[in-house]
């Protein structure tokens, strides 16, 4: 399949009306990609060098959604160069019904930072771990996947 781009922002929920705010030196959102591997794996890439609000949050979640079609499904969400993720998108991330594992793929210690604060919105709720080898993430999605 191929990577869909999500939309950066819905028109019908400006960022003040989120309340998501945006600081002067950040980056808006590019578009975050979503793609269902051959593997059945969900892939979420994050955009580098960005603030990721609710409106790029609610664009992914829906997209994993409708890969899912009713079931449960792994995620391999890839945070490498994100600036930082908005609470009330950290909260949309880990509150997914569809998502059976989550793995958290990021290449620096920054990475591993903004992995931690989206895993510490609901601690236990999903099987969710930082991982810096892609390989090692799919490995874990798969054995997590298969015990859901």
Partial sequence: MSAQALPVHDSR???DALGVSRGEDSAPAGPITVDLAEDGI????LPPN???GLPEARAAAAAVRGFAGGGRIPVL???TGV?????????TYTNSVVVSACALLGESPVDRV???FLLRAKPGSLPAQFFTSEA???DWLRKHHRES
Wanted: charged share 20%.
């Fill in 13 to 15: 929920f400006p960022d």
């Fill in 42 to 45: 969900v892939e979420v890439t």
């Fill in 50 to 52: 960005a603030v990721v």
């Fill in 77 to 79: 969400l890839t945070v």
């Fill in 83 to 91: 600036l930082s993720v908005t609470s009330d998108a950290r909260v």
């Fill in 114 to 116: 903004i992995a931690h």
């Fill in 136 to 138: 090692e993430a799919r």
